[in-house]
């Protein structure tokens, strides 16, 4: 390709609205350009990006076993209410009607699709396993798209959806793809970690998200370096801080704590350790109806507490039982109603015992403490020395309900727990019957009976990639790609190539014979000023740049320079097909 063909847009600023690294350099690199709220031209320097990812993608997947088609942006409404997704899923979820006034939703996935496909087409056992993948626009309407395209309305995923006859085919389809993602991710030369994930309402332990590792990331993600234990901040198990429960050596009492409603204000004020303080935080869980028994919907009060410097991890909480129906925040009405006081003075110690149909869960680290400090239930008071057993009956549970923090013992016993930003790009889901069962996708087995498909579900954020990326391998002169993803892999630079002969048989030649060596090379020919070409190119981030001048060749040399090295290095005019490839190759 020859500059002077294609298309090159770069900006020396970003627009205002550009909030993050990738976002800002995306657009001043002319990769993307805004078209509305999260909704982006990919420009032909950004398409080429793309395509690279998309073509690792398929040659694994399909490496992999995976077979390929292209199901539809828009999807009939009637297979998301046969699952229930079409109310549940909100306002993300784009619907619209035809001339017909039939309903149509426009896909954020696409489950239900390759489910109505499977239940058609996959009839025997004998027709299994089936992992079908496709690479295709999604829509999600976010009510606050942000940071480009990381966070946009439309995008490319590649997903996948397995069908197996059995929980445990099922997991060797899982495994075969998690292999895959790491083959993607590696040949992409990006830094990342697979980490265990929550699995939502379907409950099981299969499921992992790729993390490209970024200081930006919005998931914290919980590791130890001392194992291969890794897994989001949300799943990552919290072990107890304490071995056993200490006797007590404090008398209970009610202490003032004027203006002090805070654990950190307490812990000041009274001079001790903020480890020493108990957070009580009050939710309502919802109770259905029970029609047999004559009792309406209610919603019971919680109470959990937590060790002052630690925080609620809401997925946790969310698994505990009698919140499967639903939860929230008390209202502060709720909370007066039981505990006669505000927020910021309560704790689990009443003086007339606990109220009636008042539930309390610790976390583990808060059940074996002892004289530690709460809210007494009175603006402007703590009680400090409580203890367990003596001035308060036994939490109702005990449970795993905060996040981990730096330094926490990691569950596998290997080490210590250390935490890292990252950005998912990529996630691996078993699903299991779900939406075979919702949807009747059957096939017969062995004996002729109609069993439900087991079924698995794996994606890849496509554009996203492209943002995690440059989040990742940047500098303050642009972007950084990796060989496998970068628009062109080689830019030829020739300087005062309209003025001189023999630069441009020199840069036409080297030109020539990269291409024949099935090098992506692009040639810079549009007569740019030195400073303003390499500007240009670095912005962009293209791996190698080589620099051909009247000056180097009449020293029968040229100048080549990779993207993240500090100095050029001089090469051979003669061996500079050779230097090249051989640059490429240690770089890939």
Known sequence: ????????????????????????????????????????????????VIR????????????????????????PADLWQETRRYDTMGPELMRVR???????????????????????????????????????????DERRPRFGIMRGREFTMKDAYSFDRSPEAAAVSYQRMYDAYCAIFNRLGLDYR??????????????????????????????????????????????????????????????????????????????????????????????????????PARAQVVLLLLRGDHDMNEVKVGKLPGFEHGWRFAHLREIEAVFGSQPGYLGPVFAGGRPAGLRVIADRTVALMSDWVCGGNQVDTHYTGVNWGRDLPEPDLVADIRNVVEGDRSPDGAGLLAIQRGIEVGHVFYLGTKYAKAMNATFLDETGKPALMEMGCYGIGVTRLLGASIEQRHDARGIRWPVAMAPFSVVLCPIGMDRSEPVAQAAQQLYQQLLEAGVDVILDDRGERPGAMFADWELIG???????????????QLEMQGRSDEEAVKIGADAALDAILSHLKSAA
């Open 52 to 75: 690279k990812v998309e073509n690792i993608i398929r040659e694994e997947m399909n490496r992999a076993g995976g077979i390929e088609m292209l199901m539809p942006v828009i999807q």
């Open 542 to 556: 293209v791996p190698l740049r080589v620099v051909l001048s009247d000056r180097g060749l009449k020293e029968g």
């Open 1 to 48: 390709m020859k500059a002077s063909q294609f298309f090159i847009s770069t900006l020396k600023e970003a627009p205002a609205d550009a909030e993050i690294t990738s976002h800002r350099l995306m657009m001043r690199a002319g990769l993307i350009k805004r078209l509305a709220a999260g909704i982006y031209t990919y420009m032909p320097m950004g398409l080429r």
């Open 98 to 140: 035809d001339r017909h006034d039939k309903e149509f939703v426009v896909q954020p996935t696409s489950e239900e699709v390759v489910t109505d496909i499977a239940r058609q087409e996959l009839r025997s056992y004998k027709q299994l396993p089936k992992n079908f993948y496709h690479i295709q626009t999604k829509f999600r």
């Open 194 to 295: 697979a980490v265990r994930a929550d699995t939502g309402a379907i409950g099981g332990d299969l499921s992992h998200e790729f993390q490209v590792i970024a200081d930006t990331g919005e998931d914290a993600l919980v590791y130890c370096p001392q194992s291969d234990y890794a897994a989001n901040i949300e799943l990552a198990e919290a072990l107890p801080l304490l071995d056993a429960r200490a006797a007590p050596t404090q008398a209970l009492a009610l202490t003032p704590t004027p203006g002090a409603s805070t654990c950190a204000d307490v812990a000041a004020f009274l001079k001790l350790p903020l480890q020493q303080t108990l957070k009580s935080l009050v939710l309502a869980c919802d109770i259905p109806a029970d029609e047999a028994a004559g009792t």
